[in-house]
């Protein structure tokens, strides 16, 4: 039966052509005709009949041609009693009931059923009464039952209380459908019904009924949306979209958006004229959203590989030219019969690449440090003039290559001692004032600095860079500050760089409680970048220096050395740079060797790889002082990151020496444990 009320030719009806329909619609209207409640509708002046397969029953053999049919026609029999309580509910405009009976043949049988009618008013777009919506309730098994028990009234009370209970469950459904339904009425577009999901979607839970649709949405009219309405009036055809977005404005003045599927249906009356429109929308923004969502992943996962490759190729460049130079001259050297000057010069060459080399490695594991959140601040009276200065004279030479003046101006912070981390605010200042001369072709890079009071105690020092470099773009600085990323490609090319100094100088500026900022850029007229931390006043006095390191006592000549590393260049190494200060190495190239060597003779110290095959250095170094091995044991090893040494010093190690080897660095310490010797 439901099949056949979709197939009905409800062209000739106010209902419109359900082909038209929106599916979630269709469904809504499938779920109420195969309700287990039996219902029926009369609409129109001739009072047509339709109904669902639950009142099939009640019609007996009429049914086959009932549908569409005149209430008349198929009640004849009874007209006059139905016309009247008809007329009853549209001079009223209430709500009717009856109980009645009917004898219902069930399997050849003929059976007495009751039914309660309850009969509501439908109402046109000129709210006119124009027919009738009969719910009926089978209430036979309660009448029985109260026949036989003889029931009181007070009990027949109760079973309608729960017939009228399930007549409420039904209107809830209708009520709490999941799509947002509205129906609007007339050319002032006036809603005449709403139900919860419409006015959560658009009117915040208000009641629009009354009210236009320009009254309640005061933008939709300039945005077109009056005008389609008025369109369907004109040509009857139906208006559908999918992910469209919805933006405007509440008659509260609120603003809403979202995105939605939806279809606005002509309402035809028994004439077939449009009487009113049915707004069916339903809310699709999590999923556009998500939708959003994975294309910006996607497009960022994108970028993020580019810059990635962009940067390894970029990466690769940097370390291979400074490789390619150590190892070139160090082919020189080995190869030529070279004078003392030239050896000199080459052996420099390799030296400065060797450096820059580890720089690019500092610069990698400041920044992952960084953003692993592990990054430490050891704060230390600085001499902020002496820091200026010390960072200056590291490139004077270079900007006298490229015939460029480097200027500073330092009154302000003449004699100003501070406390902050003087290594982080050195190597910012490194990296800008070495951008400034890198990208500078002529004229001049000018450093100033300034200070301002924060509090009692604190100042604010700004340093500030300015060149008359190539200068760039807007956009190219706003990418300047992102890790692996330079201002473009062809600057890449030109002036080289890992892309890695900005980005790790705006944290580390940020770590001291400041920031880096471009305060000025334009192309082919340099830039002013601006370096700026907190820090705290102090009394003491404070050196941008180390102190030297104090010589060499002649009481380390003689002491015997035990240097364990996997790497036979490593050990030749440390036996060179120990054995050229008079100390008697031994080596050994495995843990194993190391704990077998030990005890064969007494060593004053063990130095001691970390990373080795087999029995690494923490292995080893148990071994030992489970054997009772007393002499001090120190860490020599490649692992440079801080949380490196705190392990191999919590693990028993005397001292922490990183690689590349320092020679001066590593003597000293050696020096500092045997002491007594």
Not at 50 to 71: C, E, K, M, W
Not at 377 to 398: A, H, N, W, Y
Not at 520 to 535: H, I, L, R
């Amino acid at each position: 039966m439901a099949q056949a009320i979709l197939n009905f030719d409800w062209s000739k009806t106010e209902i419109g052509p359900i082909e038209t329909w929106d599916i979630a619609l269709i469904t809504s209207l499938r779920m109420i005709l195969s309700c287990p409640i039996s219902m029926c509708l009369t609409w129109g002046p001739e009072r047509r009949y339709f109904y669902n397969d639950a009142y099939v029953p009640i019609l007996q053999q009429r049914h086959p041609q009932a549908l569409g049919s005149t209430l008349q026609k198929v009640w004849s029999e009874v007209w006059e009693q139905i016309l009247a309580l008809a007329l009853k509910v549209d001079a009223g405009g209430s709500v009717h009931e009856a109980d009645m009976l009917f004898n219902i043949e069930v399997e050849g049988q003929i059976q007495e059923t009751y039914f309660t009618f309850s009969y509501s008013p439908l109402y046109n777009s000129h709210g006119k009464v124009s027919g009738m919506l009969c719910t009926i309730i089978d209430t036979t098994s309660a009448v029985i039952k109260a026949q036989r028990t003889k029931t009181t009234e007070e009990n027949l009370a109760r079973t309608m209380l729960e017939v009228k209970a399930e007549r409420l469950k039904l209107h809830t459904v209708l009520e709490k459908a999941p799509i947002g339904m509205a129906v609007v009425d007339g050319p002032e577009h006036k809603f005449i019904l709403t139900n919860d999901y419409y006015r959560d979607l658009f009117l915040g839970s208000r009641d629009a009924v009354g009210s236009t649709v320009k009254d309640l949405f005061p933008l939709t009219e300039e945005r077109g949306f009056i005008q389609m309405l008025d369109d369907i009036y004109q040509t009857g055809q139906p208006v559908e979209g999918r992910d469209v977005q919805f933006k405007s404005k509440r008659a509260d003045g609120s603003e809403f958006l979202i995105y939605a599927d939806f279809i606005y249906q002509p309402i035809r009356d028994m004439n077939d004229n449009i009487e009113g429109i049915l707004l069916a929308v339903n809310n699709v923004t999590q999923r556009v959203r998500a939708v959003e969502n994975l294309q910006t992943a996607k497009l960022e996962a994108e970028s993020a590989n580019q810059a990635k490759s962009a940067f390894l190729a970029n990466m690769s460049h940097e370390i291979r030219t400074p490789l390619g130079a150590i190892l070139g001259f160090a082919e020189i050297i080995r190869a030529h019969n070279l004078d003392l000057a030239e050896r000199k010069k080459y052996l420099d060459i390799v030296i400065r690449n060797g450096k820059s080399l580890i720089r690019i490695i500092d610069d990698i594991l400041d920044l992952s440090k960084i953003e692993a959140g592990k990054l430490e601040i050891e704060k230390t009276p600085v001499s902020l003039v002496g820091l200026l200065q010390e960072v200056l004279t590291m490139f004077f030479d270079r900007a006298s290559r490229k015939n460029i003046q480097l200027i500073y101006e330092a009154s302000e912070i003449n004699n100003l001692n501070v406390i902050t981390d003087a290594v982080r605010a050195r190597q910012v200042l490194i990296n800008l004032i070495g951008n400034a001369i890198k990208f500078t072709t002529k004229g001049s890079v000018k450093v100033s600095c300034h200070v301002n009071q924060v509090s009692t105690t604190q100042r604010k020092v700004t340093f500030s860079i300015e060149d008359s470099g190539i200068g760039m773009t807007q956009e190219q600085a706003y990418r300047l500050f992102q890790p692996f990323t330079q201002a473009d490609i062809a600057s890449t090319r030109r002036f080289g760089g890992t892309g890695l100094g900005l980005a790790l100088s705006r944290n580390l500026a940020r770590a001291l409680g400041g920031d880096v900022d471009i305060k000025n850029c334009q192309v082919n007229k340099g830039c002013t970048f601006e370096f700026s931390f907190v820090a705290e006043e102090t009394n003491l006095t404070a050196s941008a220096t180390p102190a030297p390191l104090p010589e060499l006592k002649n009481s380390m000549a003689g002491l015997k050395v035990l240097a364990v590393d996997d790497s036979p260049d490593n050990r030749e190494l440390i036996k060179m740079i120990l054995s050229q200060s008079g100390l008697d190495v031994t080596e050994a190239e495995s843990g194993e060797d190391a704990i077998q060597q030990a005890f064969q003779q007494q060593y004053d110290i063990i130095l001691m790889d970390i990373q080795m095959p087999g029995l690494d250095g923490y292995g080893t170094l148990a071994e030992l002082r489970r054997r009772g091995y007393q002499a001090p044991v120190l860490a020599l090893t490649a692992h440079a990151m801080k949380e490196e040494k705190n392990r191999t010093l919590a693990a028993g190690f005397a001292d922490h020496v990183t690689k590349p080897i320092n020679s001066e660095i590593l003597l000293q310490t050696i020096q500092s444990h045997v002491k007594n010797h």
